[in-house]
């Protein structure tokens, strides 16, 4: 895991999400990371002519998870010592790019196999057709970071930043219930709760979070491609871990 240096993280934030707190990406290393029990080894190997990017998860636009690490599984602890743990970015990732949602040759992947199935077929936001939030729309965004990068200074979200409605949020009494319903990638509980008002005729498209990360999800999310304007992001609770 890597903790992203600062513009390594504009890179993240100058994107659109793929969920709640969680992008795709693929980074290229200039040393090799290996995990050995709970601790990272950089062996200061370069890649040189042979460097490949490689697949990874980022939360909150701050840690970096590369696939190997998600095969094995996250390590025990809360969020902010996985952070606190992880090897610092600077220096030794060189690039880093957003995807695409084509995971099919990802870990990841391979955990939605393990995914409780459900029947009824259905659309991704980022797939949904366009539409315009009608007058006093509230919505919901969970996630298990007190300092959610994706709220911008003023009190907006960045453009490309998910949530889900309000109705469908009544349907999530504890952190690991979110986690649950919103497929979320980071298993800890996503206990932080913000209240997004947009203005009227703000952009978004409403999908179905398909199952993954072994998560069931069939919650409602919500796309702000543009983001929302300043003074929406109104209120934050927290709500119990399970």
Known sequence: MFSLSKSHSDVVL?????????????????????????????????????????KGIVLNAELLILDD???KGLPGGSYKQMLTSAVKSEGVVKKIRVTGFAQE??????????AVPYGKKTKRAADAPHEMTAANEIFKRFTAFENDRRI?????????????????????KTGLEAVARYALPNPKPAVYVFTVKPLKNTPIQRGIVEPEF??????????????????TVTDRCTIPER
């Open 69 to 71: 690490e998600l095969q």
């Open 14 to 54: 100058n994107a659109p999400e793929h969920g709640m707190g969680y992008q795709f990406v693929e980074v290229i290393t200039s040393a090799s990371v290996t995990r050995v029990g709970r601790d990272f080894v950089v062996d200061g190997m370069s890649l040189g002519k042979n460097e490949q990017w490689r």
């Open 105 to 114: 040759q990802q870990a990841v992947a391979q955990l939605r196999e393990d």
């Open 214 to 231: 072994a998560q069931p999800g069939k919650g409602v999310e919500v796309l702000f491609r543009d983001g929302t304007a300043p003074k």
């Open 152 to 172: 911008t200074a003023d009190g907006g979200l960045l453009p490309g930043t998910y949530a889900t409605t309000e109705a469908d949020a009544k349907n999530v």
